[in-house]
Nanobody
Framework: QVQLVESGGGLVQAGGSLRLSCSAS????????MGWHRQAPGKQRELVAV???????NYAGFVKGRSTISRDNARNTVHLQMNSLKPDDTAVYYC??????????WGQGTQVTVSS
């Protein structure tokens, strides 16, 4: 079993910043990638950012230039620094871990609300 614990969500005004964190623990042989998705009410879950074990990153267009994903391999932790937040960024943000040969695991989600 893999456990993912997310933190850092909350309420922020437009233009503000938040830093999301996610720690993974449990039966993990090798992590291929860690990242974040989000799901707004009435919309499908979408990729926000992902980082591979080698440090390669990929961002969705709507956060590129406003967010930075980073990873602490020793602690199996991933962070997402989000700046210049907009009301459209309001969503539940889910941490994701992809294990080699095992697939993807998801956290419970953390709510991010951006007020105008």
């Amino acid at each position: 079993q893999v456990q993912l614990v997310e933190s850092g969500g909350g309420l922020v005004q437009a233009g503000g910043s938040l830093r999301l964190s996610c720690s993974a623990s449990g039966s993990m042989f090798s992590i291929a990638a860690m990242g974040w998705h989000r799901q707004a009410p009435g919309k499908q879950r979408e990729l926000v950012a992902v980082i591979s074990s080698g440090g390669n990153t990929n961002y969705a267009g709507f956060v590129k230039g406003r967010s930075t994903i980073s990873r602490d391999n020793a602690r199996n932790t991933v962070h997402l620094q989000m700046n210049s937040l907009k009301p459209d960024d309001t969503a539940v943000y889910y941490c994701m871990v992809v294990l080699v040969g095992s697939g993807a695991y998801w956290g419970q989600g953390t709510q991010v609300t951006v007020s105008s």
